[in-house]
Each structure stands twice: as structure tokens, then as C-alpha cells.
């Protein structure tokens, strides 16, 4: 039998040191050989067990579509997922692929007991999960009200350094002059692009050690710690709503005024309080926020990109002899904050709306074109794999990362250094894991398409296009997921096909806005 290995740790701290993922990964290794099986592969993750969003996991899951193992070999189910719900989804994903879970500290029979033990230790798990969030959350409280940030909060802010021994923050006097230089440019220019283009004209830079970018420096005018004041419990991280689900988890909300809680003393002054109330005038000016009614319409706003950056395309009006003209043009054009700017030219509207169209139409009357393209495409094999590449590039990363960690451990680099630069590296290896799910995805066998389904449905589709107007098209650039490339001489249109008639075309032409 073939065995996949899966690891955990909750902790960058506990990732860095390695001790628990090699103790777990040891014994599920013995454990796998002591009932001979053979380990395919060992997968690793450094994550809250709270959440099945975990790259780690996604590889176990992917490797189980693929048939590559007969069996899932965890150190305990806490490791596993500390959500009861999950192991269940996990459990029934695992059985479906004609698989089976094992765990090394623990037993489990394959029966309806064994299930509710399963289920009823998963929900310990999460229970001691929910202790663990409590006791962080007090001991937060607590820190706070001793006049000490709390830990995780807040403590990088450009302009200042974490004092680790007192808890609070010390100014930072070479940052301090950038944060006076920016309130005091902005109170002149009024102007967040103008401000951001100055300092990375300078080579001046920002806390991440990147490019200045008006949003980051609206954050910074807008932050009360330069004037000295510190609040802890503003904000609080939610669920996202289901719509939103697909881009993120959760998002940040803000707490109501009463619930906020001032640390006195954490956060010294570096901005007067004239300079202060100045820019706040100017950020909440009406003027600024005025958004301004618009009578045109861009049905492609936030589903075109440029494809010569890869910027949104947004709509733009231009006249010529007084008459107007609709254009789209890559948003890039005019952030000359970003060291570059688009010379992509503008692509006219009615052009590009009606290829569109045009296009999805074609593919719908035709459906049966794409499944044939993805059969052709899976049985290519005069493409080289890039797998090898990917994962050798893994393995580099890997290296740097030890290399990183010696060089902290001799003390010839700093730590704010050597975090900076594990961040780095851990993005990239984030990507690149991310390539190889998709690459796994890809060589999955193409299912069996049901054709006479997938063509009267797209049929159905088309036969609603062609009644549809200007605002009702909006619902089919949903429905299909449609997204698209372009620039003034061509144009690439994504989308899905549907393999069902889609809900909605049955509701009534009238019904549908924008």
C-alpha cells in the first residue's frame, strides 16, 4: 500500500525549529514502514488547524484525487484539524477515494463507533482550540491594560521600534523625519500620488522595504499613534460574506467607539496636533469623496486586464468635435508611483464589448469545441514537465531558508533582517506550491462530459443572450464567470461552460439589473 505522511505545526516558531514536524514525520514514517507500507510523499504545514485552507493539506487532497495513496498517515487528529466538521469533511474525502485515514497515537475501527469517537475527539480538539483563543485573548487584555502593546498587535509601524524589554514603542528617528516629511508634502500638495512618487523618485524606502503607494500612505495620515495615542480592540476579524468567499476568508470590521481601549504610553508623539488636524481636514474633505454619477456604461469594469501589464482596465470618456467616445485604458497608465507606466493604448468600448460577445456566442453555439481542446491538451505529451523545474526551485528555496536561519543563529544578520527575508522567501514558496497544485489539477484525467446537457444549456444561454439587453448581459458575465485579456489589436476571453441550464434565464427579462 502506498501511505502519504501529513504534518503540522500551528507556529512559525515551532516551523523554524523543525523539532515537532521531524518528531511527527519520524513516527508516522516508522509507523507506515512498521505495517509495510511504502511512503509516496511527506507533506508539511505550517498553519492554524481551524481551517482546511492550508497548502499542506491541499496537496493531501489533490494527491487523493490523483489515487496516488491508499492511506493518509497523521501523528494525532488534532494534526489533522482542530475543527470537527473538517475531520468529517476529510474523513468522507479520504473514503471516497478509496482510501482510509490512519493517526499513529491513535486507534479508529472503520464502523459507526469508530466514526463517533472520531468525531467526538475532533471535538475536543476544537474545544481546547476555543480555550487556547481565550487565554490569548485575555492575556492581550491584560498586557494592554498594564500599558504594554499587545503581542501581535500592532507592534511593526513605520516611524518606531518594538522595544521587546518595556512593550512599547520607541521612535525611530530616520523613519520619524519620512512620516513628518509625508504629513507636512500632502498638507502642500494635497495630493497621495504626488507625495508617493517623491519619495520613491528619492529611492526612500517604505516600511516593507518596497514602493510607496498611496493607499499605504493614506494608512499612515490616518493613523492616531503619531500623535501619540495607541488604541487596542478598534478593529476585529469577522467571516466574510459568502459572496466574498471566494476571494477571502474573513475580513477586518470595526469595533463600536465603546469597546476601544487606549494604551497609554505605547506610542510617542512625532506629528503636532495642528499638522495633524490639517490633514485630517484635507483626507475628509467632501470634495475627495465625492463620487460623481456616471451615465456610461463599462460592463467589463473589474473583468478586463491589460495584456501588456496585466492592469484593470478601466472606462474612460473622450471627445472628439464635441462628440464622445467610450475607451478602456489600463489603470497604469497614470500611477506614476509604481516607477513605470503602461504605454498600452486606450481600446475602443463598443469594439471590444461587441468581440466579446461575439466570441462568447461563437463558443456557445459550439460548445463542444472546448471539452475537445482540454482532451487534446491532457494527452499532449510533447510538452516538457515542468514539475522537475518547480520543485527544484522548492528545493533552492528550502536551502536559503537554512542558510537564513545559520545566519541568525551566529548572530551575522538581524533578526528584523532575517524575518524580512524569510517573508520573502515563504512567498515564493507559497507560489510555487501553488503552480504545482495547478499542475497536479491539470494532469488529472478530463471527466466524462455529458454533451447532450452541455450543448442544450449552452443553447439556452445564447437564445437568452440574443434577447437580453445592455444590463441584462451583466447576469451572463456572472453566470460564466467571464474574465478577459486585452489590448487595442487582440483580446483573450476566459470562462465556464455551463453543464446545466443556469437559474438565471428562467426569471423574467425585467428582473435582472445591473
Known amino acids: 500500500m502506498k501511505a502519504v505522511v501529513y504534518c503540522r505545526v500551528s507556529t512559525d516558531a515551532q516551523e523554524r525549529d523543525g523539532t515537532s514536524l521531524e518528531t511527527q514525520e519520524k513516527a508516522c514514517v516508522d509507523f507506515?514502514?512498521?505495517?509495510?507500507?511504502?511512503?509516496?510523499?511527506?507533506?508539511?504545514?505550517?498553519?492554524?488547524?481551524?481551517?482546511?485552507?492550508?497548502?499542506?493539506?491541499?496537496?493531501?487532497?489533490?494527491?487523493?484525487?490523483?489515487?496516488?495513496?491508499?492511506?493518509?498517515?497523521?501523528?494525532?487528529?488534532?494534526?489533522?484539524?482542530?475543527?470537527?466538521?473538517?475531520?468529517?469533511?476529510?474523513?468522507?474525502?479520504?473514503?471516497q477515494a478509496g482510501?482510509?485515514?490512519?493517526?499513529?497515537?491513535?486507534?479508529?475501527?472503520?464502523?459507526?463507533?469508530?466514526?463517533?469517537?472520531?468525531?467526538?475527539?475532533?471535538?475536543?480538539?476544537?474545544?481546547?482550540?476555543?480555550?487556547?483563543?481565550?487565554r490569548t485573548t485575555r492575556g492581550r487584555l491584560e498586557r494592554a491594560r498594564k500599558g504594554r502593546i499587545p503581542s501581535g498587535s500592532g507592534k511593526g509601524c513605520y516611524g518606531y521600534k518594538y522595544n521587546?524589554?518595556?512593550?512599547?514603542?520607541?521612535?525611530?528617528?530616520?523613519?520619524?523625519s519620512v512620516v513628518e516629511r509625508i504629513f507636512k508634502r500632502f498638507a502642500e500638495t494635497r495630493s497621495l500620488v504626488t507625495v508617493a512618487t517623491e519619495l520613491n523618485d528619492e529611492g526612500i524606502p517604505s516600511f516593507a522595504v518596497g514602493r510607496w503607494a498611496p493607499i499605504v500612505l493614506r494608512r499612515i495620515l490616518s493613523n492616531q499613534?503619531?500623535?501619540?495615542?495607541?488604541?487596542?480592540?478598534?478593529?476585529?476579524?469577522?467571516?466574510?460574506?459568502?459572496?466574498?468567499?471566494?476571494?477571502?476568508?474573513?475580513?477586518?470590521?470595526?469595533?463600536?467607539?465603546?469597546?476601544?481601549?487606549?494604551?497609554?504610553?505605547?506610542?510617542?508623539?512625532?506629528?503636532?496636533?495642528?499638522?495633524?488636524?490639517?490633514?485630517?481636514?484635507?483626507?475628509?474633505?467632501?470634495?475627495?469623496?465625492?463620487?460623481?454619477?456616471?451615465?456610461?456604461?463599462?460592463?467589463?469594469?473589474?473583468?478586463?486586464?491589460?495584456?501588456?501589464?496585466g492592469g484593470s482596465l478601466v472606462g474612460q470618456m473622450l471627445y472628439s468635435c464635441g462628440r464622445p467616445y467610450r475607451y478602456y485604458r489600463?489603470?497604469?497608465?497614470?500611477?506614476?508611483?509604481?516607477?513605470?507606466?503602461?504605454?498600452?493604448?486606450?481600446?475602443?468600448?463598443?469594439?471590444?464589448?461587441?468581440?466579446?460577445?461575439?466570441?462568447?456566442?461563437?463558443?456557445?453555439?459550439?460548445?463542444?469545441?472546448?471539452?475537445?481542446?482540454?482532451k487534446l491538451r491532457s494527452h499532449n505529451s510533447g510538452q516538457a514537465d515542468?514539475?522537475?523545474?518547480?520543485?527544484?526551485?522548492?528545493?533552492?528555496?528550502?536551502?536559503?531558508e537554512h542558510r537564513l536561519v545559520r545566519l541568525y543563529a551566529t548572530g551575522e544578520a538581524s533578526e528584523e533582517i532575517i524575518q524580512k527575508e524569510l517573508a520573502e522567501v515563504r512567498r515564493q514558496k507559497s507560489a510555487l506550491n501553488d503552480r504545482l497544485a495547478k499542475l497536479a489539477s491539470a494532469s488529472m484525467p478530463v471527466p466524462a462530459i455529458d454533451t447532450g446537457r452541455l450543448t442544450k444549456a449552452c443553447q439556452a444561454v445564447a437564445a437568452w443572450l440574443d434577447k437580453a439587453d445592455a444590463n441584462q448581459r451583466l447576469a451572463v458575465l456572472e453566470g460564466l464567470?467571464?474574465?478577459?485579456?486585452?489590448?487595442?489589436?487582440?483580446?483573450?476571453?476566459?470562462?465556464?461552460?455551463?453543464?446545466?441550464?443556469?437559474?438565471?434565464?428562467?426569471?423574467e427579462q425585467s428582473s435582472r439589473s445591473p
Not at 487523493?64 to 468529517?88: C, F, K, M, P
Not at 474573513?250 to 494604551?263: G, H, I, K, N
Open 32 to 95: 507506515a514502514r512498521s505495517n509495510g507500507w511504502h511512503v509516496v510523499e511527506c507533506v508539511r504545514d505550517s498553519a492554524s488547524g481551524f481551517t482546511l485552507e492550508r497548502q499542506g493539506i491541499e496537496r493531501v487532497r489533490s494527491l487523493l484525487r490523483q489515487g496516488v495513496g491508499n492511506v493518509v498517515i497523521a501523528h494525532a487528529v488534532d494534526r489533522l484539524s482542530r475543527n470537527q466538521n473538517h475531520i468529517g469533511v476529510l474523513f468522507d474525502e479520504v473514503q
Open 99 to 134: 482510501a482510509r485515514l490512519e493517526f499513529v497515537t491513535e486507534r479508529f475501527e472503520d464502523t459507526a463507533v469508530g466514526r463517533f469517537i472520531l468525531a467526538a475527539r475532533a471535538f475536543v480538539a476544537e474545544v481546547e482550540r476555543d480555550k487556547i483563543v481565550e
Open 164 to 176: 521587546k524589554a518595556t512593550g512599547v514603542r520607541e521612535v525611530d528617528d530616520a523613519q520619524a
Open 225 to 309: 499613534s503619531y500623535i501619540g495615542r495607541y488604541m487596542f480592540r478598534r478593529t476585529q476579524r469577522v467571516p466574510a460574506p459568502p459572496s466574498q468567499r471566494r476571494r477571502r476568508r474573513s475580513r477586518l470590521v470595526q469595533r463600536p467607539a465603546e469597546e476601544w481601549m487606549e494604551v497609554a504610553g505605547a506610542s510617542p508623539r512625532i506629528i503636532d496636533d495642528a499638522t495633524w488636524n490639517r490633514v485630517q481636514e484635507i483626507l475628509h474633505d467632501p470634495e475627495r469623496s465625492f463620487v460623481r454619477k456616471t451615465t456610461n456604461s463599462y460592463p467589463l469594469r473589474g473583468r478586463a486586464r491589460c495584456s501588456v501589464c
Open 330 to 374: 489600463c489603470r497604469h497608465a497614470w500611477a506614476k508611483w509604481l516607477g513605470y507606466t503602461c504605454d498600452s493604448r486606450y481600446v475602443p468600448a463598443d469594439k471590444l464589448e461587441t468581440a466579446m460577445w461575439g466570441e462568447i456566442r461563437k463558443i456557445l453555439m459550439n460548445p463542444m469545441v472546448i471539452p475537445g481542446a482540454v
Open 386 to 400: 515542468p514539475k522537475a523545474e518547480l520543485e527544484k526551485k522548492l528545493q533552492g528555496l528550502a536551502a536559503q
Open 481 to 507: 464567470q467571464i474574465s478577459l485579456r486585452a489590448d487595442r489589436n487582440s483580446g483573450t476571453v476566459k470562462g465556464v461552460l455551463p453543464v446545466a441550464i443556469p437559474a438565471f434565464i428562467t426569471l
